[in-house]
């Protein structure tokens, strides 16, 4: 599968953005098994997991720090995963990435970036305060 990640920018604090991972090279039956992610990765720093849904979207993962902010969603016929950012601070500022897992469990959630083979080309977030 390929995950490719759009919808980045620059934004002032308090502003939204709405970010996009479609994936190619799957049906949609075999994307909907797949446990989803958005890791983002600021200069210094490592990967960190912002959110996650499991392949029944039953089951979601926030980081503290985007929790009320961020909401994760699943199009499963579109073969996308979406971020949608609220509120956004000057330290959400990072590149952000998609990742997609095939799963057994449906309602297992996977927040490390080790759970995961398959990842998107990254797309540049960044606030201004």
């Known amino acids: 599968v390929q995950l490719q990640a759009s919808g980045g920018g620059s934004v002032q604090a308090g502003g939204s953005l709405r970010l996009s991972c479609a994936a190619s090279?799957?049906?949609?039956?075999?994307?909907?098994?797949?446990?989803l992610a958005w890791f983002r990765q600021a200069p210094g720093k490592e990967r960190e997991c912002v959110a996650a849904?499991?392949?029944?979207?039953?089951?979601?993962y926030y980081a503290d720090s985007v929790k009320n902010r961020f909401t994760i969603s699943r199009d499963n016929a579109k073969k996308t995963v979406y971020l949608q950012m609220n509120s956004l601070k000057s330290e959400d500022t990072a590149v952000y990435f998609c990742?997609?897992?095939?799963?057994?469990?449906?309602?297992?959630?996977?927040?490390?970036?080790?759970?995961?083979?398959?990842w998107g080309q990254g797309t540049q977030v960044t606030v201004s305060s």
């Open positions: 090279g799957t049906s949609a039956g075999t994307f909907s098994r797949y446990g």
């Open positions: 849904t499991s392949r029944s979207g039953s089951t979601l």
């Open positions: 990742a997609a897992k095939d799963q057994i469990l449906s309602a297992t959630v996977l927040s490390l970036a080790s759970d995961y083979y398959n």
